[in-house]
């Protein structure tokens, strides 16, 4: 049971951008006016409408995959992690972010920026609202305990849109609820606005939730997100105190298992930090507060959800996994000596008959996120192959794991009507990411044994996965060992990042690291040269530096009259 309906409401929404003054004039039918919303219990609502764009999904308009809060499409597919999947004819927009040659009319730019507005436009709406209360022009106000509290959700949810914006366009208007309702150009960094919501949240939030109300956002959630976009901004000592701090008033890591992040029956548990709420069955909208985003993203074929074969893991992941003698990964590229491949390329008897190699020597981790033949599948049974896949030779023998549920919580935990809309929750930050941000920072700061430590916490934890059990024996050779040392700073730097791969993979985070630690361009381009080994679309593919950001929706800038303006080489 979700304890915040993330219900779209229908209050007066007032434009962000340009309108007529004649139709402010006006009192629409139906709709709640200023007047009828400057009430405790009309600001309250206008904050859980912000809340409700978490989840990328507009009442009744599902497609909205741009949107999504995985940020399964910008933050892996565009990366080295994931193939869109399904065919190549199935969303071929889609296939344009997987091969970095989008246009600005791709319609996933535009689900991303609409939708992030919108979000933005309910927060603006919220503070304006609560300011309108309490400065005496409605009813009863709040006492300035909540007033700031209400302000600190607003700005730190206003951060998060524009954050989602940022990292995709770099180039965004930033409009508040003050701004007159004219375009704003888009001809600033806005990080410092950024910075200042957040940091706002972190000095007005506290660390109970408000109401006591699950996914309500709290000190710990600003003070991670603030740590975040300081490591986004290089501002390493910041964003070391404020991750630290974190990490400090929680439990250790090594305790939380797993496997909890990704099981519909143990969401909200003490490792999430900031996650988007989902539910279906039970709040009376029929999925539509449902993990929308992600309905395209399942095995195909006769399987217990069967929609729609996107979001592939990679083989290039899958290898990512393999571990040395001491189980330690292969941080100098060497995982893609002799590729595991699974049934990849076999016919006739020898895709009959194949067999999992149970000698392969990986990191368990692998199992939470990449369906293989041959290994068990959650609760589904053994997975089966291309027969789970909707077209192999477009994505790959490979399916995901994390967005999925078990098939005995496919009666509970998705939609009426349909099982491919579930309640699973999606973490925006958990407290993984945030040992392993933490971990990025001791090292830029030369504080290497700290590094180490927290590093090797989160290996620990992986150490614990049960492991993967065929017909009672082991599926692999999975091992899991802590480093001994942090050599040099290189060292301990790839070391960090490879971690982030395995821990974090297919959850949103890949493209945009690469991007942030300037890399994408070389790992890219080498990523292209494996991968294209076996598909031939990613053959030749090169990065050039605007495609670290993707174009603005062409419709906005000509909506805008010139006022905003394209980013560069687009």
Known sequence: MKHIKYILLSFLIFSTFSCKKEFLTLQPQGELTEAQLTTQDGVEG?????????????????GNYGAAPSQWLFGEVASDNAHKGSSVGDQPPMNAI?????????????????????????????????ANLQAGNGSAKFGDARAKEIQGEARLLRAHYYFFLVRVFKLVPY?????????????????????????????????????????????????AYL??????????????????????????????PYSDNFDITKEDGPET???????????????????????????????????????????????????????????????????????FGLTGSAKDNYVVD????????????????????????IMAGDTWIRDASNGGPFVAVKNTI?????????????????????????????????????????????????VNAVRARAAKITPQQINGAPAAAYKVSPYTSFPNDTYARN????????????????????????????????????????????????????DEYFPLPQDQIDRSKGTLKQNPGY
């Not at 206008?46 to 308009?61: E, H, K, M, Q």
């Not at 609409?114 to 304006?128: A, H, M, P, V, Y």
């Not at 490879?498 to 985070?509: C, N, Q, T, V, Y």
Request: hydrophobic share 35%.
């Open 46 to 62: 206008l904050l859980v409408g912000a809340y409700s764009l978490l989840n990328g999904n507009v009442n009744g308009t599902y």
């Open 227 to 256: 740590g975040k976009v300081y490591l986004y901004q290089k501002k390493y000592t910041e964003a070391y105190d404020l991750l630290n701090a974190v990490i400090l008033a929680k439990a250790d890591l090594t305790t939380m």
């Open 273 to 343: 930090i900031m996650s988007v709420q989902h539910s279906v069955g039970t709040d009376g909208t029929g999925g539509d507060n449902g993990n929308v985003g992600d309905i395209l993203n399942f095995p195909y074929g006769n399987t217990p959800i069967n929609c729609c074969g996107f979001f592939q893991p990679s083989i290039d992941l899958a290898n990512s996994f393999k571990v040395d003698i001491a189980g330690l990964p292969l941080l100098d590229g060497s995982y893609r000596n002799n590729p595991y491949q699974s049934d």
């Open 98 to 130: 997987e091969q970095h040659s989008p246009t600005s009319t791709n319609d996933n730019l535009s689900n991303l920026w609409d939708r992030c507005f919108e979000g933005i436009q309910r927060c603006n709406n919220t503070l304006k609202i609560l």
């Open 406 to 454: 078990e098939a005995s919580q496919v009666a509970s935990g998705t939609a009426p009507g349909t099982t491919n809309v579930t309640g699973l929750n999606v973490n925006l930050i958990r407290l993984g990411d945030v040992y392993l941000m933490a971990a990025e920072c001791a090292v830029e700061k030369g504080d290497l044994p700290r590094a180490l430590v927290l």
């Open 358 to 381: 149970k000698t392969l020597p990986f990191d368990p981790r692998i199992e939470s996120t990449i369906g293989r033949r041959g290994v068990p599948y959650r609760d589904w049974g």
């Open 175 to 223: 409009v508040t609820e003050a701004s007159s309702g004219t375009f704003v150009p888009n001809d600033k960094d806005i990080y410092p606005n950024i910075i200042a919501d957040l940091q706002y949240a972190v000095d007005n939030l506290t660390t109970t939730k408000p109401k006591n109300q699950k996914g309500r956002v709290d000190k710990y959630a600003a003070q």
């Open 495 to 546: 070391a960090v990042r490879f971690e982030r791969r395995l821990e974090l993979a297919m959850e949103g985070h890949r493209f945009f690291d690469l991007v942030r630690w300037g890399i994408a361009k070389q790992t890219l381009e080498s990523y292209f040269s494996f991968e294209g080994g076996y598909f031939d679309y990613l053959k030749g593919i090169t990065i050039e530096s605007r």
